[in-house]
């Protein structure tokens, strides 16, 4: 029995005294092992291989001619609100699966390993930059198939998309919180989704906020999700660089500062 507690003291203490390298070797290493959960899984790719896809066609072809009077003036428009909306809402993954994983137990079983105690949670979190990426350029590479041509040229759409992966990254710490918190993966997606679909549909995502009732205006152009919009089409139609850009990142900036604290703190209580 003692030398079992020794052993358990000691690989505790090993935890406790990572260093900064091996902390992010770790993490690299739980991220991989996400990515592997990819491979061997892959239908968990449906979110951000299929969304963007269905909702590019369905969006354009149901209300690019009501909207914008034809297909090809609608998609400057529907292409950037798409693939906001598609990235942002695959970083609801990112809590669902964290609380799956803590349910089956794994992460009981990192804890008896000689690794760091945050590099589970930066792993997973690292893992998921990986499904934005796929959902960002599945959305730009569909709108161009279907005749979209940023104006801004290839440099600032991928600026626009970068901007989008850090933002989602930026949000999936929200989402993260809620896994750790909540008691069911089902509920961490209720909540997720109770959030995000007034961001995203009550947004300038689809329509401009102009055509709006004035008493919705407001929100809208102050919803975030708008301002993120906004900075990618200012960057993929126009090649020029606004204050939503800023806004976006300082957002962002914002969410992490809060969030990132908040969820490692949960996080390290619950492990």
Request: net charge positive; aromatic share 10%.
């Amino acid at each position: 029995m003692k030398t079992t507690t020794m052993t358990q003291g000691t690989k505790r203490q090993l935890r406790n005294s990572t260093s900064l390298g091996q902390t992010i070797r770790n993490s690299l290493t739980m991220a991989y092992r996400g990515l592997l959960k990819i491979r061997r899984t892959p239908e968990q790719l449906f979110d951000v291989t299929l969304q963007p896809i269905i909702f590019t066609l369905m969006f354009t072809y149901i209300f690019g001619g009501a909207i914008s009077g034809d297909i090809q003036s609608y998609l400057p428009v529907i292409i950037p609100g798409i693939l906001v909306q598609t990235v942002i809402t695959t970083s609801v993954v990112t809590g669902t699966q964290l609380r799956e994983d803590m349910d089956k137990g794994v992460f009981d079983r990192f804890k008896s390993l000689p690794i760091a105690r945050i590099a589970p949670l930066a792993g997973a979190l690292l893992a998921d930059t990986v499904r934005y990426t796929i959902a960002t350029v599945l959305t730009f590479s569909m709108g161009f198939l279907m005749g979209y041509r940023p104006e801004g040229g290839l440099g600032h759409v991928a600026i626009a998309a970068l901007l989008v992966i850090v933002c989602a990254w930026a949000i999936s710490w929200i989402f993260a919180f809620f896994g750790v918190i909540a008691r069911t993966a089902s509920s961490v997606q209720g909540i997720s989704m109770i959030i995000l679909f007034p961001l995203t549909f009550l947004s300038n995502a689809f329509v401009s906020a102009d055509t709006m009732p004035n008493w919705l205006q407001w929100f809208v152009k102050i919803n975030p999700i708008s301002h993120l919009v906004t900075a990618v089409r200012d960057l993929a139609n126009n090649g020029t660089v606004g204050w939503d850009l800023i806004a976006s990142l300082l957002g962002a900036a914002v969410i992490v500062a809060i969030f990132a604290p908040i969820t490692v703190r949960a996080y390290m209580r619950r492990t």
